[in-house]
């Protein structure tokens, strides 16, 4: 882990432009999760389209975990906290995402995966993100890694704070995936009580903070366990300041809107109904994976 104190200090932080409680569902065969990046929110947090919270010690909540199913359009980033999760692919991948590991994962043009827990006990916690793709990008061939706990970049900031960075750039260490388009920022966040973490972020780009343990404060408001804070888009703003009084642990998210259609039917994501259409056509008649 790298030790990092110099960055551009932060002028004005953005503020919380409201709270996101989440929706506890199912997905897969019979996965327990809490989607807190819903549909809804899909044009105010463009180029993001989702984000599952899931985590249980009860394996009955997830041991089935996600048979085959198919994805066009986008990417999915799942991060693992606690647990195992095998992945399969259609192009005859298979990688072991372990503790503390990412995949990243690029639909494109088409692939059908699944991904099963592997354990029979014990906690299963994670994350998965759904990043969409330019429609320049959404016809290309697909793309996936799996990088180990180990190989992710970190650093330790100012006050103690630990951060991970999956994506983009913080404190002059590169994140593991970088893209051009949609310039995402992922960071996982570990604050000590009493720390403060600044970040820069473009103005412009979409932002939002989503705590999993403990509390934070953002510009004067506080922000509990298992609720999502989208991040105003303050023209003034250069970055976001967040402070912990309690010891927390946050995911900080933002990237560069896409400004385009999104038309989603289940695991696909595109830009026109007509292409939808393609995407069904084409996973029925065999074709979405050739």
Aim: hydrophobic letters at 40%.
């Amino acid at each position: 882990m790298s030790t990092h104190t110099e960055h551009k200090q932060i002028t004005q932080s953005r503020t919380v432009e409201r709270l996101v409680a989440g929706q506890a569902t199912s997905d897969g065969a019979g996965v327990k999760l809490n989607r807190v990046l819903t549909q809804n929110l899909q044009r105010r947090l463009d180029p993001f389209l989702m984000l599952d919270a899931f985590g249980s010690d009860q394996p009955d909540d997830y041991i089935a975990g996600f048979p085959d199913h198919p994805h066009r359009g986008f990417e999915t980033i799942t991060y693992m906290i606690a647990g195992r999760m095998l992945h399969r692919d259609s192009a005859g991948h298979e990688g072991l995402l372990q503790n503390g590991g990412v995949q990243w994962m690029t639909a494109g043009r088409g692939v059908i995966h699944s991904e099963i827990p592997q354990q029979e006990s014990g906690v299963m916690e994670g994350f998965q993100l759904w990043l969409n793709q330019h429609s320049s990008e959404k016809m290309n061939p697909p793309w996936y890694r799996d990088f180990q706990s180990a190989e992710l970049p970190r650093l330790r900031a100012e006050q103690g704070v630990d951060v991970t960075v999956i994506a983009g750039d913080s404190h002059g260490v590169a994140g593991a995936v970088t893209r051009d388009i949609t310039q995402p920022l992922y960071l996982d966040l570990h604050l000590p009580a009493g720390a403060r973490f600044e970040q820069a972020l473009p103005v412009g780009h979409n932002a939002f903070v989503y705590v999993y343990r403990g509390a934070v404060d953002i510009g004067g408001q506080t922000v509990p366990t298992q609720r999502l804070a989208i991040l105003a888009n303050t023209p003034e703003a250069d970055g976001v300041v967040i402070e912990a009084a309690e010891a927390a642990r946050v995911l900080l998210i933002a990237g560069r809107p896409l400004n385009e259609p999104i038309v989603q039917y289940g695991p696909f994501v595109m830009n026109t109904q007509q292409e939808i259409y393609q995407a069904l056509g084409d996973f029925r008649a065999g074709r979405l994976a050739a």
